[in-house]
Protein backbone atom coordinates (compact mmCIF):
# COMPACT_ATOMS: atom_id res chain seq x y z
CA UNK A 1 0.00 0.00 0.00
CA UNK A 2 1.22 3.44 -0.57
CA UNK A 3 0.18 6.88 0.92
CA UNK A 4 0.48 10.06 -1.53
CA UNK A 5 -0.12 13.14 0.22
CA UNK A 6 -0.10 16.74 -2.05
CA UNK A 7 0.24 20.08 -1.00
CA UNK A 8 1.09 23.45 -2.17
CA UNK A 9 -1.95 24.17 -4.03
CA UNK A 10 -3.90 27.46 -3.90
CA UNK A 11 -5.01 30.59 -5.21
CA UNK A 12 -2.09 32.07 -7.66
CA UNK A 13 -2.56 35.26 -10.37
CA UNK A 14 -2.13 34.50 -13.89
CA UNK A 15 1.94 34.80 -14.95
CA UNK A 16 2.47 33.42 -10.89
CA UNK A 17 4.23 30.23 -9.80
CA UNK A 18 3.14 27.69 -7.43
CA UNK A 19 5.12 24.81 -6.68
CA UNK A 20 3.48 21.35 -5.99
CA UNK A 21 4.56 18.40 -3.10
CA UNK A 22 3.76 15.02 -2.78
CA UNK A 23 4.90 12.85 0.03
CA UNK A 24 5.05 9.41 -0.46
CA UNK A 25 4.98 6.56 2.26
CA UNK A 26 4.44 2.77 2.15
CA UNK A 27 7.05 1.43 -0.49
CA UNK A 28 10.07 1.60 -2.41
CA UNK A 29 9.79 5.36 -3.28
CA UNK A 30 12.58 5.02 -5.45
CA UNK A 31 11.46 2.56 -7.86
CA UNK A 32 8.34 3.88 -8.92
CA UNK A 33 7.78 6.79 -11.69
CA UNK A 34 5.77 9.43 -10.28
CA UNK A 35 3.29 11.93 -12.05
CA UNK A 36 1.42 14.52 -12.13
CA UNK A 37 -2.33 14.69 -13.36
CA UNK A 38 -4.96 17.31 -13.35
CA UNK A 39 -8.75 17.57 -13.70
CA UNK A 40 -10.19 20.83 -14.79
CA UNK A 41 -13.39 21.75 -13.99
CA UNK A 42 -16.34 19.50 -16.02
CA UNK A 43 -13.32 18.11 -17.91
CA UNK A 44 -11.37 14.32 -17.55
CA UNK A 45 -8.31 14.05 -15.86
CA UNK A 46 -5.35 14.76 -18.01
CA UNK A 47 -1.68 13.48 -17.54
CA UNK A 48 0.61 16.46 -16.96
CA UNK A 49 4.26 14.82 -16.44
CA UNK A 50 6.03 11.88 -15.42
CA UNK A 51 9.24 11.45 -14.20
CA UNK A 52 11.48 8.02 -14.15
CA UNK A 53 12.78 6.35 -10.71
CA UNK A 54 15.86 8.08 -11.02
CA UNK A 55 14.85 11.30 -11.64
CA UNK A 56 16.97 11.24 -15.17
CA UNK A 57 13.98 10.93 -17.60
CA UNK A 58 10.82 13.32 -17.76
CA UNK A 59 8.24 13.47 -20.38
CA UNK A 60 5.45 16.69 -20.41
CA UNK A 61 2.22 16.93 -21.78
CA UNK A 62 1.84 19.84 -24.68
CA UNK A 63 0.41 21.97 -21.70
CA UNK A 64 3.07 21.59 -19.67
CA UNK A 65 6.32 21.72 -21.85
CA UNK A 66 8.38 25.03 -20.83
CA UNK A 67 6.19 26.14 -18.22
CA UNK A 68 6.11 22.96 -15.69
CA UNK A 69 9.05 20.86 -14.02
CA UNK A 70 9.00 17.68 -12.36
CA UNK A 71 11.28 16.57 -9.75
CA UNK A 72 11.83 14.55 -6.78
CA UNK A 73 13.90 13.86 -4.34
CA UNK A 74 13.96 10.05 -3.35
CA UNK A 75 16.00 10.62 0.12
CA UNK A 76 12.80 12.90 0.91
CA UNK A 77 10.16 10.43 -0.67
CA UNK A 78 8.90 13.36 -2.36
CA UNK A 79 7.73 14.63 -6.19
CA UNK A 80 7.53 18.54 -7.19
CA UNK A 81 5.60 19.99 -9.99
CA UNK A 82 7.10 23.70 -10.19
CA UNK A 83 4.49 25.63 -12.50
CA UNK A 84 5.22 28.77 -13.98
CA UNK A 85 3.16 31.30 -15.94
CA UNK A 86 0.59 30.14 -14.50
CA UNK A 87 -2.85 30.38 -17.01
CA UNK A 88 -6.76 30.38 -15.77
CA UNK A 89 -6.63 27.16 -17.62
CA UNK A 90 -4.71 25.45 -15.50
CA UNK A 91 -6.91 25.60 -12.93
CA UNK A 92 -7.87 21.99 -11.98
CA UNK A 93 -7.39 19.61 -9.16
CA UNK A 94 -3.77 18.26 -9.06
CA UNK A 95 -3.35 14.68 -8.76
CA UNK A 96 -0.04 12.87 -7.32
CA UNK A 97 0.30 9.14 -8.73
CA UNK A 98 2.44 6.80 -8.93
CA UNK A 99 3.35 3.36 -10.79
CA UNK A 100 5.67 0.64 -11.60
CA UNK A 101 5.03 1.09 -14.93
CA UNK A 102 5.88 4.94 -16.75
CA UNK A 103 3.74 3.28 -19.43
CA UNK A 104 0.85 3.23 -17.33
CA UNK A 105 1.36 6.76 -16.39
CA UNK A 106 1.41 7.73 -19.87
CA UNK A 107 -1.99 5.86 -20.50
CA UNK A 108 -3.66 7.70 -17.77
CA UNK A 109 -3.69 5.07 -15.04
CA UNK A 110 -1.73 4.51 -12.05
CA UNK A 111 -1.47 1.66 -9.01
CA UNK A 112 -2.17 4.58 -6.79
CA UNK A 113 -3.36 7.90 -6.44
CA UNK A 114 -3.51 11.20 -4.15
CA UNK A 115 -6.47 13.07 -2.81
CA UNK A 116 -5.69 15.24 -5.18
CA UNK A 117 -4.95 19.57 -4.76
CA UNK A 118 -6.83 22.75 -6.21
CA UNK A 119 -4.95 25.31 -7.96
CA UNK A 120 -7.17 28.21 -8.91
CA UNK A 121 -5.68 31.06 -11.17
CA UNK A 122 -7.33 34.22 -11.44
CA UNK A 123 -7.42 36.43 -14.35
Known amino acids: QVQLAESGGGLAQAGGSLRLSCAAS????????MGWFRQPPGKERQFAASISASGLATFYSDFAKGRFTISRDNAKNTVYLQMNVLKPEDTAVYYC????????????????WGQGTQVTISS
Open 26 to 33: GRTFSSDV
Open 97 to 112: AAARDYLKLRRGSADY
